[in-house]
């Protein structure tokens, strides 16, 4: 990309290996709805132009410099977007993802949408028991994680989830681990609504055809949400959750609404019903590791996401897809160096 809505193939330099770097041969890499904010100019601040886009993707292991032990050439590996330094509070507290010295692939750095890119070996992990599919959708199943661990579920929560895309569908299936009663999805697309009741949801509703607050407090007997996941990028979407949240409850917020406007809350309702609101965004190293092996052990499915697989030569049908098939684009695949 050269700057927003001014992108092409381009032949570019191999990238050079650090001393501490890794190249890797992209198998796949997969288009996230921050990527389509950079492409389409709503994330200009962020990205440094000209530049390759891409931040979700699995590879094997090209070239590695002397000082990465970990890995080998070949191997198959996850690949962390966030560079993070190791040696900043935050990340010393295990709070890679808030690192103080942050970069990232595909905004600041070159990204995935590359047949080879460069990084930290630091930051690739073994993908062994994990599929290319799988490997390359680790980034957003650790976000999935990262809102479901900071629902702090209990066993027996009524939990509703709020946005079936793919982060939601994510963190429905590592809220489904903690055992909560009810897990309920809310959303407007009965098609991916139905997806989330395939994967794991015990109820869901659409909001544009039943009032979501209503029919929360019926299914839960009145009692309300006690763990609400907001994934959805609407004002509205938190407004609900404000409608249907419980005693004691906690509200995770996701996603980005981008709106700039306010949404009130209640203070006395904020007071007597004891709710929090908290954020969840990036994911730490833990968090890569901990979604790795959950989903190596099927407690979450990733493989159902991936909704098309297009060569990088087909970008502008991959743009096609994501803003006129939105009911059936879930995760797409962009695969650099051919199938996979
Ligand atoms: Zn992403
Ligand atoms: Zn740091």
Redesign the pocket.
């Given at each position: 990309m050269n700057k927003p809505f001014d992108y092409g193939l381009a032949d570019l330099r191999m990238p050079e290996c650090a001393h501490d770097g890794v190249i890797v041969k992209v198998l796949a890499a997969?288009l996230?709805?921050?990527?389509l904010d950079i492409i389409e100019g709503r994330r200009r601040h962020q990205v440094k132009f000209p530049n390759t886009v891409g931040?979700?993707f699995t590879g094997i292991i090209a070239e590695k410099g002397k000082g990465v032990t970990h890995v080998n050439i070949g191997d198959h590996v996850v690949c962390e977007?966030i560079i993070w330094c190791g040696t900043c509070k935050q990340c010393r507290m295990g709070f890679t993802s808030l690192c103080d010295n942050f970069s990232e692939l595909g905004t600041m750095e070159p990204g995935a949408f590359a047949q080879y890119t460069a990084l930290p070996g630091r930051l690739v992990h073994p993908a062994e028991g994990l599929t290319i599919e799988e490997a390359a959708l680790m980034?957003?199943a650790g976000?999935g994680l990262h809102a479901a661990e900071t629902a702090g579920i209990l066993p027996g929560d009524n939990v509703v989830i709020i946005g079936p895309g793919p982060i939601g569908i994510l963190a429905m299936q590592f809220a489904a681990s903690f055992s909560p009663a009810k897990l309920i999805m809310i959303g407007t697309r009965d098609s991916r609504l139905a997806f989330a009741k395939q994967l794991g949801a015990t109820h869901i509703i659409n909001i544009n055809k039943t009032n979501a607050a209503e029919a929360v407090m019926e299914i839960t007997g009145g009692r309300g949400a006690e763990r609400i996941i907001n994934c959805a990028t609407t004002d509205v979407s938190l407004e609900t959750a404000l409608r249907i949240t419980g005693k004691n409850a906690v509200i995770v917020m996701e996603g980005l609404s981008g709106s700039g406007k306010p949404v009130p809350i209640m203070m006395d309702d904020f007071i007597v019903k004891n709710f929090s609101i908290v954020p969840a965004s990036g994911v730490s190293t833990r968090q890569y590791m901990t979604a790795m092996e959950m989903v190596k052990n099927k407690k979450v499915n990733l493989t159902s996401l991936v909704s098309h697989k297009f060569p990088l030569e087909q970008m502008d049908e991959v743009l096609r897809t994501i803003r006129e098939d939105r009911d059936k684009a879930m995760k797409i695949l962009i695969l650099p160096n051919g199938s996979v």
């Open positions: 997969a996230c709805h921050s990527d931040h979700e977007c980034e957003p976000n």
